[in-house]
């Protein structure tokens, strides 16, 4: 089993900037694929970025350039650095971790207001 808990959303500005921070505990760690996914109201969830053991990563063409993912596997932390933020960057973001399962975090919200 692994438990993820995300933190560092909020309420923000368009242009504005947030940093996600979920953080990776119990056994299969360290987990090899870790990632962020996205779901706005009314639409289904989608990947925002993934990043390897290796800090391989790969990113939706809606946030090249704007969003980084990185992660220190120390401390079995992932993060995601959200610049240029855009109104349509709202939605409830969920840290993702792939072993032989799927597991997910609870979600939390970042707006962005115009």
């Known amino acids: 089993q692994v438990q993820l808990v995300e933190s560092g959303g909020g309420l923000v500005q368009a242009g504005g900037s947030l940093r996600l921070s979920c953080v990776a505990s119990g056994n299969s760690l360290p987990i090899n694929f870790m990632g962020w996914y996205r779901q706005a109201p009314g639409k289904q969830r989608e990947l925002v970025a993934i990043?390897?053991?290796?800090?391989?990563?790969s990113y939706s063409d809606s946030v090249k350039g704007r969003f980084t993912i990185s992660r220190d596997n120390d401390t079995n932390t992932v993060y995601l650095q959200m610049n240029s933020l855009k109104p349509e960057d709202t939605a409830v973001y969920y840290c993702n971790a792939r072993t032989v399962t799927v597991y997910w975090g609870q979600g939390t919200q970042v707006t962005v207001s115009s």
């Open positions: 990043i390897t053991s290796r800090r391989i990563t």
